[in-house]
C-alpha cells in the first residue's frame, strides 16, 4: 500500500514537471526574434528588386553603321531601315525558312534575297519568292539616339 502511494506520487511529480516545461521554456524567451542578432543589409531600391525585363529592346548596332552599310545585326537578327518610312526600322530573323541560309538585304530592290535557292522576303519578312514558303520571323526595332534596339523576346 505504501509502495503504491509512493509510485502514485512519483508519477504525479513527473507528469507536473512535464506539464510545466513548455512554461519554463516560454519564460525564458527573451522575445528576441533569431534574426535580430544577425547583420543587415542596406535595404535596395525597389528597381533593384525588379527581374530582369525578357522583353526589353538589346542594342545591335549604331545608325552610322547602319546607314553606311544598310544593315546591322548578327546572326539572329538583321536590321534595315524600313523601306516606307526610311525614319524607321525593320528587322527579322535572318535564317531563310527554306533551307537556313543567311538571307542579306538587297536595298536597290527593297527585300531579303537568300543567296542559296534564291528566295525573296519582303521587308515584313513575308515570302516573295519561293522556293520559301514561311515568312522570316520579325522583331520589333527602333532607333534611340544613335543606337539600333531589337525587342529580341
Ligand atoms: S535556303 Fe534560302 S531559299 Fe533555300
Known amino acids: 500500500m505504501n509502495m503504491q502511494r509512493r509510485s502514485f506520487l512519483t508519477y504525479l511529480g513527473v507528469s507536473w514537471a512535464a ?7 516560454s519564460a525564458c ?14 535595404a535596395s531600391s525597389p528597381a533593384d528588386k525588379k527581374p530582369a525585363d525578357p522583353a526589353s529592346f538589346t542594342v545591335v548596332g549604331t545608325v552610322a553603321d547602319l546607314d553606311k552599310t544598310g544593315s546591322v545585326g548578327n546572326k539572329q537578327v538583321l536590321v534595315v531601315r524600313d523601306p516606307a518610312n526610311k525614319s ?3 528587322a527579322v530573323n535572318p535564317t531563310c525558312t527554306h533551307k537556313g541560309c543567311a538571307v542579306q538585304w538587297k536595298a536597290t530592290e527593297n527585300h531579303f534575297e537568300c543567296p542559296c535557292h ?21 522583331y520589333t526595332a527602333k532607333i534611340e539616339g544613335d543606337k539600333v534596339m531589337v525587342k529580341l523576346a
Open 29 to 42: 524567451d527573451t522575445g528576441a526574434k533569431k534574426n535580430d542578432a544577425e547583420p543587415k543589409v542596406a
Open 19 to 25: 506539464s510545466c516545461f513548455p512554461l519554463v521554456l
Open 118 to 138: 534564291d528566295s525573296d522576303f519582303a521587308p515584313d519578312g513575308k515570302v516573295l519568292k519561293s522556293p520559301a514558303t514561311k515568312p522570316l520571323a520579325t
Open 88 to 90: 524607321k526600322v525593320v
